[in-house]
């Protein structure tokens, strides 16, 4: 067994999909989604005994989570890297249960976005060396990556609405998404544009809403209600904070955390059933295929072209909806996640992808800074 391949497990799941919730708070919606995962494992608030959790509106997540939900966690970790930050809980969770620091571990986030502040607006510390110029964080940074490729790989906007619009025909297959509306290539390429050559369309939506998800270890997983996803294969890497210190525009460090998490879970791309990516924009998904090694360096743009990851495509990515349909309540990661074990367990309905086993999961954070890629699969693949 390497790292902690397979010594633990997700056995509940839970959202609140109030994804336009005025005068709900980020805690109560959070709440909301603890409770479901809860009673998803069959498990009581009080025996929640680990707890990770993050978000940009409390100075010390942890201590407001704990208190709000009446917990007394034995173990805490509030770790923030960004949007990836619930895809990188995985890795302490499943260490602290391995060592017996805790027996119940929850992963939770909320967010209030979109009725508290109702724009896609950074909430991070000005850069020191960027904010002089002004730029629109963080759709500039992205905007910068996605120029480069396109200068460097030939790749088109059109080619990016393939993105969103693959986005779009799962998000209509499914009945908890936010945007479910029918659209076009062309309707896509004549959206506004916000920061060229990203336009609207391009851009993640401003949702609230939150998640949860209940995890514990492999020796007890098989003992709740629901089929458990283990965690097979998680790393996690990043080579800048600034978007003008990333090394190379068109490569991120999923370069780097996707090799590992594939040796650790001991498989390879083309083992996987189905992609969940952090697609806050459409140059990540591009971004993301290549170097998790799906395609070629480069080659995003041609790859995604004709259907090939929207629905009866050849590579299911994003089943959900993904950021860009689906919900995107300050920060995504744990959403993809949900939907990887959704997928795992066979309970995705009309989006179900047959016979899947193997689930990866990719976070994003900052401006393509953080990345984290977990690999999740059923009994059948430990």
């Known amino acids: 067994m390497s790292g902690i391949r397979g010594t633990s497990a997700v056995v509940g799941i839970g959202l609140s999909t109030r994804w336009d919730a005025p005068g709900r708070s980020a805690l109560e919606l959070l709440a909301e989604a603890v409770h479901a995962a809860l009673a998803d494992a069959g498990l009581r608030l009080d025996q929640v005994d680990g707890l990770l959790t993050g978000t940009a509106v409390h100075f010390m997540p942890t201590l407001s989570v704990a208190e709000y939900l009446g917990i007394r966690p034995r173990f805490l970790d509030g770790t923030m890297i960004g949007g990836s930050s619930f895809v990188e809980h995985l890795i302490p969770a499943a260490l602290a249960l391995d060592a017996g620091l805790c027996e119940v571990a929850l992963i939770c986030y909320g967010s209030n976005q979109r009725t508290a502040s109702g724009k896609l607006v950074s909430g991070s510390e000005p850069q020191p060396y960027e904010a002089p110029y002004g730029p629109r964080n963080p759709i500039t940074g992205y905007a910068l990556a996605a120029a480069r490729h ?179 309540p300050g920060m995504y990661g744990l959403f993809p996640l949900i939907e990887a074990v959704r997928q795992l367990r066979g309970e995705a309905g009309t989006r179900q992808i047959a016979e899947t086993e193997l689930a990866l999961v990719h976070g994003n954070g900052g401006q393509l800074s953080s990345q984290v890629t977990a690999i999740l699969g059923t009994a059948a693949t430990l």
Request: hydrophobic share 45%.
């Open 150 to 328: 396109m200068h460097q790989y030939g790749t088109t906007r059109r080619q990016l609405a393939e993105v969103a619009l693959a986005a779009r025909e799962w998000a209509r297959l499914n009945p908890e998404a936010f945007a479910r509306e029918s659209t076009t290539i062309e309707e896509i390429l004549a959206a506004r544009m916000v920061n060229d050559p990203l336009s609207v369309r391009d851009c993640c939506l401003v949702t609230d809403g939150a998640g949860a998800v209940v995890m514990v270890r492999a020796d007890r997983a098989a003992d709740f209600p629901k089929p458990p996803s283990y965690l097979l294969g998680a790393a996690a890497a990043t080579w800048h904070r600034q978007i003008s210190a990333m090394p190379d525009l068109t490569v991120t460090a999923a370069a780097e955390s996707g090799p590992r998490a594939f040796a650790m879970a001991e498989v390879v791309p083309a083992d996987i059933n189905v992609l969940q990516l952090y697609d806050a924009f459409t140059i990540n998904t591009i971004l993301f295929l290549e170097d998790l090694g799906f395609c070629p360096k480069g080659e995003g743009g041609r790859f995604v072209e004709g259907g090939t990851i929207a629905p009866g495509g050849r590579l299911a990515v994003n089943t959900n909806g993904g950021g860009l349909s689906c919900c995107h």
